[in-house]
T-cell receptor
Framework: GNSVTQMEGPVTLSEEAFLTINCTYT??????LFWYVQYPGEGLQLLLK?????DKGSNKGFEATYRKETTSFHLEKGSVQVSDSAVYFC?????????????FGQGTTLQVKP | GAVVSQHPSRVICKSGTSVKIECRSL??????MFWYRQFPKQSLMLMAT?????????EQGVEKDKFLINHASLTLSTLTVTSAHPEDSSFYIC??????????????FGPGTRLTVL
């Protein structure tokens, strides 16, 4: 079945450091891929998405490219801020089921220190 | 993006009682709503999918008689935890979607409800 695997956290960085959070997936067909962010005490917010191979999603300085050949959707940001501290979830939505169900990775906690 | 609200945000109840959690899409009509459960420092586990006007589809291992889901309108879905026990204590999150287009439809998440069963 479909699944998503993220790198384990927590990831601790200094402000202005480069961020990479790895995400790989297993899926049949051509899923859509998402990154969600959850700030402390809040619900999930969509950060970015990509719906087909080679698409690049971007938002708020974060980017992720849909790599079908490596089944990956790694999240990157060139210069993190303290306000980026949150839990980041990679997710996929499988086109084959057409139900819109999301399958989440386990989440990666990012801590950015000033 | 669209706004989804949940009520209450926190609830504490005694063991054996039932608790109802509401999920509302405030500015769009949600044909499908999803209910998730999130344990501390873990990912979201999909519990069930509800479509307006029909019975919910539960994921494997989720007791449908314990977690009653009603999706009576395009803007409201409710989750009722019946005869709650301490092990039901968790963070419950709903999301709403406006339809399907090859699996790329976006879901909008509510802020979650923290349930504590004493």
């Amino acid at each position: 079945g479909n699944s998503v695997t993220q790198m384990e956290g927590p990831v601790t960085l200094s402000e202005e450091a480069f961020l990479t959070i790895n995400c790989t997936y297993t899926a049949t067909g051509y899923p859509s891929l998402f990154w969600y962010v959850q700030y402390p005490g809040e619900g999930l917010q969509l950060l970015l998405k990509a719906t087909k191979a080679d698409d690049k999603g971007s938002n708020k300085g974060f980017e992720a490219t849909y790599r079908k050949e490596t089944t990956s959707f790694h999240l990157e940001k060139g210069s993190v801020q303290v306000s980026d501290s949150a839990v980041y979830f990679c997710a996929l939505s499988g086109s084959s089921s057409n139900t819109g169900k999301l399958i989440f990775g386990q989440g990666t906690t990012l801590q950015v220190k000033p | 993006g669209a706004v989804v609200s949940q009520h209450p945000s926190r609830v504490i109840c005694k063991s054996g009682t039932s608790v109802k959690i509401e999920c509302r899409s405030l500015d769009f009509q949600a044909t499908t709503m999803f209910w998730y459960r999130q344990f501390p420092k873990q990912s979201l586990m999909l519990m069930a999918t509800s479509n307006e006007g029909s019975k919910a589809t539960y994921e494997q291992g989720v007791e449908k008689d314990k977690f009653l889901i009603n999706h009576a309108s395009l803007t409201l879905s409710t989750l009722t935890v019946t005869s709650a026990h301490p092990e039901d204590s968790s963070f419950y999150i709903c999301s709403a979607g406006g339809g399907n287009s090859g699996g790329s439809s976006e879901q909008f998440f509510g802020p979650g409800t923290r349930l504590t069963v004493l």
